[in-house]
């Protein structure tokens, strides 16, 4: 944020010596020198300020894009891992020992396309 105390300082000038005719040369002076000083650097200062937070904005957006970029990854990694606790946990309560010994002869990927094909079933993994 810009730093408005010289500004500050030359209104509050302006204020103490008030607005009442007749005029000062004292307060002349102290109104010439805060238009002066208010006119274009408030100008300057305002659109430097914007600009940087124009440059803010951009960056956020591009940092936000990157986050959701690595956000659609993790939500498949997560909706894997959910199938697979699913997968597990409904072998683990409807499985009985004849079932472990077939499922567990099988290469892993064969285990877990039984797992789903007994689930979407609604039966028991030995068919």
């Not at 008030?18 to 208010?38: K, L």
């Not at 659609?72 to 004849?98: F, H, I, N, Q, T």
């Not at 039984?114 to 689930?119: G, I, K, R």
Request: with cysteine; hydrophobic share 45%; glycine share 4%.
């Amino acid at each position: 944020m810009a730093d408005y105390s010289e500004l500050k300082r030359r209104a509050l000038a302006l204020k103490s010596i008030g607005m009442t005719a007749p005029f000062s040369a004292e307060h002349n002076q102290a109104a010439i020198a805060y238009r002066c000083v208010s006119t274009h650097d408030i100008i300057l200062a305002l659109l430097a300020e914007n600009e940087r937070l124009e440059a803010t904005k951009k960056a956020l957006i591009v940092e936000r894009s990157a986050q959701l970029e690595q956000l659609e990854p993790l939500r498949a990694e997560v909706e894997a891992l959910r199938r697979d606790a699913a997968r597990w946990k409904w072998l683990e309560g409807s499985a009985d020992s004849a079932t472990w010994e077939h499922i567990g002869y099988q290469a892993q990927m064969n285990r877990h396309l039984h797992v789903d094909a007994a689930m979407s079933k609604g039966g028991r993994a030995d068919g």
